[in-house]
């Protein structure tokens, strides 16, 4: 991608501008309320922007406009739609509970609720799935980097590659948040989350101008063509047609990755945990200095959440139709090098141990190969299954899917105009928001609900802050280190997918208890502990033993075995009185009906889009 002077203008001055509304933006006494929860003082707006932005990041721009590439098109703006219905129950059903108790962090809800066990069991499942998430947003971004410079260098000399990336977006992230904490992330992700929303919308545009301008044989590779369809028509007709497979929100209940039957319950477990039980998202309310102004934030959002698809799925879906054979040639390398590990193995497939899975589209471009894989592999599982061991897999790839943004970012945006150096700013910015937002929490739910709790109750506020610190960059160190492994396709092929799965198997315990525990009031603390534990014992037995079931279908079978697992323990031994939860918050916990009222208008609409693109 050639670079001009405004644009790294432009780049310059929104990373600069990030860094620098962070560390003055910063509270000069921090204490722990002040460093942790932005002294429990943010507004609505400012809690509205910065849940979009924490949320909003490499994972949605490079996963999901991936996964918008790949056959899944539309169906994927379901993991942002439902999540605006989630929100609104979220600001009136979770948040007055946490507000009352004055709680730092999610898992200290689970002790006044339970037990100790309790809170530092989810405390350790977070901390591990954080550092995942850490790694996979710096991977994500960093992809996004090497794939719109492509190999070309920053300011002509620092290398723009998948390295530099990495410890480039870490490095940005951690220095803010560790001096600011979650006051400077907030005022950070106002300029961050506007910024976004316009990059978006402006990659939309032109994506659908470069669309509109494209001929049509050129275009022939990706879909069939309509013999109505010509040069003429306008960049809006010409995705219509060519993706009108794909605008559907549901796909068939076969589907591995989202059937539609996820629709049902799948999908509204990891919401539920994400929008109302993951600390990252929930700092943000925890922080608010009402109630009110809580619900109010939330519910913004939620309105946001509803133009999020335009602006990151459609032009993933563009990017196919554009630029398919350049995602084709992305994905060469890594099936050059597993045909090379097939070339030396197929000779002796008695005494092999890997498999070569390819994708349909892979089988649809090779289909004699293909066979030939399928004859191969089930040899070695024969003999696999004789020696008693399980063979490991490298797979085959037709396309790198998510480097669709990035491909939009260098070919479609106009050199000279300065819109490349913004998007790129904005996407960068983007990356940086949500992951200091990451590494805040990790190093809360660390400092808050284990240190504190288990080896220093009486430390002082100074000694907890600077603990805070320190952890931030250790967090950002490992997530630096790992991410690169991360592009490695016996992974996975969609970032998106794999942040997904890993996660399944810890949301459906975690949103269980909380259910629980808060609707039962009988149920006796150990039921807390327990539901943790079987949540990814439950989860991982399913996917052993029916491992074609799709892992948010898996998800539902697991949460409704903790449910029942819990209420049996509870009528089997149940508290005798109803667990109450003490009311320890200084703040106006007063309801807001404005709210409300634009929460069912959210409802509505994001109803409305379900009927229109059913």
Known sequence: MQLQLIDYLIFAAFIVAVVVIGIVTSPREQDTASYFLAGRGLPWWLIGFSLIAANISSEQFVGMSGSAADRI???????????????VVVAFFFLPYFLRTGIYTIPEFLERRFNRTTRSLMAVFMVLIYVLL???????????IETAFAGESLFGWLPMNLTAGVWLTGGMAAIYVACGGLKACAWADLLQGSALILGGAIVLYFSLTQLGQSNVSALASTAPIPTDLTDADGGITKFVALNAHKLHLVLPATDSFLPWTTLLLGLWIPNFYYWGLNQYIMQRTLGSRSLAQGQKGIVFAAGMKLIIPFIIVLPGMIAFNLFSREMQAAAEPANERALKHYAEAKGNPENAR?????????????????SELDTYNQSVRDA???????????????????????HLISRVLPA???????????????????????????????????????????????????LGRILVGIFTILGCIIAPGLGDPKIGTSIFAIIQESQAYIYPGIFGVFLVGIIVRRAPPISGTLGLVLGPVASLAIAKFAPHVSFLNRASLAFAFVIAMMLLLTRLRPLAQPAALQTTSELDLTPSRSAKVLGLAVVGLTLLLYVVFW
């Open 416 to 466: 000279g105009s300065g819109w490349r150096g913004f998007v790129l700013a904005a996407l960068l910015g983007a990356i940086v928001s949500t992951l200091a937002s990451m590494l805040n929490a990790a190093s809360t739910i660390v400092t808050m609900d284990l240190f504190r709790t288990h080896i220093a109750p009486t430390a002082a506020q100074s000694r907890l802050v600077g």
């Open 384 to 406: 696999a299954a004789k020696a008693g061991v399980s063979p490991t897999e490298e797979k085959l790839v037709a396309y790198r899917y998510d480097t669709a943004f990035g």
């Open 134 to 144: 850490i790694a996979a947003v710096i991977y994500s971004g960093a992809l996004t």
């Open 354 to 370: 890997t498999v070569f899975v390819a994708d349909p589209e892979w089988r649809k471009i090779n289909p004699a190969l293909a």
């Open 73 to 87: 098109g539309l169906a994927i703006a379901s993991f942002e739609w439902l999540a605006a219905i989630t929100l």
